[in-house]
């Protein structure tokens, strides 16, 4: 019998962790549609796009929350070829790129430098797309109307985590501060080469069994092998909630409104699990893993 190729099922399971938190960050209460009323033109959509882009606050925390109530809900049902061509009349760049069987993904590219901090470094200001596959699995997928629209704040960095959490590129306290100095990130950080990018954005923070739940911060953080060639990388996904919203129903109706001031606060982390993939069979990724990962101290 040949031997199983460790690579592909990391893969798969890769690839699943990753759709099934896709789904979970989906789950964005907006304010209720009725039935009767007519969805949101492409029009709205791209007039939106321009009040996104056009968007001040002094706190990044203020900006995604004010982008996640002016762009998802307009965007959110449309379809995925008639968004495209908006990317592309807008030339919204294609940042990252994806299908498996279930599902079609895009992250976009909306402007460069979007938020900048006192001591030099940025964030750009992505649009992160998914579709289903009409014809799942098959692919190339058929993509159909989108079930995910968010506006995120990413870095591409490329650089040493120890190196880059000296920096303390970002505000004391804020939510990309705290996931940097989390011990589960460290861990990780220590024994992967490079810390490739981070990506937060802004939405409803669901759990199980639960009526009402916050909204809060949805961050990614990628680890790479090495940026020369695609060997490995691995995927770590958190939840912080805020309490810039109230608690709301999973359908987004109701709200806790009672006794409720907006404040721009975290929670506690919400360690939301993580995902590896390496190129080729056995030998090589216990080759590359020798090469490239660094031993627990």
Known sequence: MAKVHLAILVNILASSICFALLF????????????????????????????????????????????SLLLPPVLKGQEWAEVQKLMRERAFAAVKAWENGDSVHGYYMLKRKAF?????????????????????PKLPARPGRLYRADVALAAEINAPY???NGQKRFPKGSVLDVIMSCETVREVGDIWPLLRSII?????????????NPSGFHVYLEFTATVK??????MMYFDVPSGLDPLQSWDG?????????????LGEIIER??????????????????KYLKAKH
């Not at 029009?43 to 982008?67: I, P």
């Not at 993580?274 to 080759?287: D, F, H, M």
């Open 253 to 265: 109706r109701k709200k806790l409104l009672k006794d409720f001031t907006s404040q721009d606060t």
């Open 24 to 67: 979970q960050s989906m789950n964005v209460p907006v304010q209720a549609q009725d039935s009767n009323d007519k969805a949101p033109t492409l029009q709205v959509a791209a007039a939106s796009v321009e009040k996104v882009l056009e968007l001040k606050a002094e706190s990044y925390h203020v900006l995604l929350r004010e982008a």
């Open 200 to 212: 937060v954005h802004y939405g409803y923070v669901g759990k199980k069994g639960i009526d009402y």
């Open 116 to 136: 900048a901090f006192a001591n030099g470094h940025s964030l750009d200001l992505y649009l992160l797309l998914s579709a289903p596959n009409l014809d799942r």
């Open 229 to 234: 060639e695609d060997v490995a990388g691995k």
């Open 162 to 164: 120890p190196q880059v």
């Open 273 to 290: 699990g993580s995902s590896e993939r390496w190129r080729g069979e056995n030998e090589e990724i216990e080759a590359n893993k020798r």
